[in-house]
């Protein structure tokens, strides 16, 4: 059988928590493109590349950490995981746990969730539950419920999902040869910040990175606990998978932020929005609004002069774009993008297209 990507426990098994009697539970996540972004580049004057997490099995980075978190609860026994979600942890609960024949039971904020997000919790057989409150609440529910009863938490609290996660930069620096100056990752429980800043330093560790990046993450205005300081109660952004007002992994994040000389900045609704559609239309790169931020991070940054030419710069973009696709067609004015119709006519197409005929050979 030809040689194919076998997903990140078994391809970084020397530097995980795993055994060979482990169960590994994997649907082939990891081994994500690093794709160089010339428009981004020629925007910033850094070098810039994109690590697109949307290409994973469920289209998001929580795949790295749900295939470790669902190996080892299954190595431990565990016949039922929970988790809180914004949409896209508990699509890929959902899908590890079908994969592993067990339930899977995901506690969401009501009428929060994405279309696209629920749509995969519910083909993949979870049971969902939609508690009114927000994020913070379900995953207080969600933590409770696993200390009194027979099922194992799989939110990024549980540390087998960030070191999961952590693989994410390796993948780097064995494409870059080397860590880059800096990474920017969306924030929302800043479990990913936190898990790339731990796979930087275990490269560093083992000489295979002379550096590592200052990490610089980024929340929306609305949902900014770490950059304000102070829990937010009633996060606020169109950016849902990062509408978290009391981030998971507040103290990690801030300890590796120091480690790192890394930055936490905050971004409006709007910048977002522009940031997702200079990706999709200058780089061809789709992706749900709070990927985007990252973008908005580099090009705020660099306007404030903090990032230097030719430095080297990697944007994680966290989830795909067909999880919710809605944002792609809004036009300016707020209406939705409808495409012109026409008669099925070549001159009228044509026409309507910009086109002139060819000259006669
Ligand atoms: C979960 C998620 C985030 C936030 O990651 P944290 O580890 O919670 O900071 C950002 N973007 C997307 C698409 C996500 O699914």
């Known amino acids: 059988m030809a040689h194919q990507w076998r997903g990140v426990v078994r391809e970084y098994a020397d530097r995980l928590d795993v055994s060979d009697s482990t169960p590994i539970i994997s649907l082939g996540e990891g081994g994500t493109p690093l794709i160089p972004a010339p428009a981004l580049s020629a925007r910033t004057g850094a070098r810039v ?26 190595e431990a026994g565990a016949k039922a995981i929970i ?4 949409g896209n942890t508990s699509a890929s609960a959902a899908a590890y746990a079908a994969h592993a024949g067990i339930t899977a039971a995901v506690l969401v904020p009501e009428g929060k969730i994405s279309m696209g997000k629920m749509s995969q919790a519910v083909a993949h057989g979870a049971s969902i539950l939609q508690l009114r409150g927000n994020f913070d609440d379900c995953l207080d529910i969600a933590r409770e419920l696993a200390e009194n009863y027979p099922v194992h938490l799989v939110n990024s609290v549980n540390n087998d999902r960030i070191e999961g996660q952590k693989t994410a930069a390796f993948e780097v620096v064995e494409v870059l040869g080397d860590a880059p100056d800096f990474h920017f990752v969306p924030v929302g429980n800043a479990g990913n910040y936190t898990a790339y800043h731990r796979g930087y330093t275990e490269e560093l560790a083992r000489g295979a990175a002379g550096r ?31 509408r978290i007002g009391n981030p998971a992994s507040w103290e990690l994040a801030l300890a590796a932020r120091d480690d790192s000389d890394g930055y936490f900045g905050s971004i409006s609704d709007a910048d977002i929005l522009v940031a997702h559609r200079i990706l999709s239309s200058e780089v061809g790169i789709f992706v749900e609004p709070a990927s985007a931020i990252s973008v908005a991070g580099l090009l705020e940054r660099s306007a404030a002069g903090a990032i230097p030419k030719d430095a080297t710069v990697v944007l994680t973009v966290t989830g795909h774009g067909l999880k919710d696709p809605q944002w792609a067609l809004r036009a300016a004015d707020g209406g939705e993008v409808s495409p012109t119709v026409v008669d099925v006519d070549l001159a009228d197409v044509a026409g309507q297209l910009g086109l002139a005929a060819n000259a006669p050979a």
């Not at 988790?83 to 914004?86: G, K, P």
């Not at 993450?217 to 949902?223: K, L, R, V």
């Open 83 to 86: 988790c809180a979600s914004t």
């Open 49 to 74: 590349w994109v690590k697109f997490e949307g290409m994973n099995p469920t289209g998001s980075f929580k795949d790295r950490g749900m295939t470790m978190a669902v190996t080892k609860a299954v």
């Open 212 to 242: 590592k990046p200052r990490m610089f993450g980024f929340q929306a205005e609305g949902s900014a606990p770490i950059v304000r300081g102070e829990v937010v109660r009633d996060p606020e952004t169109i950016a849902s998978a990062i």
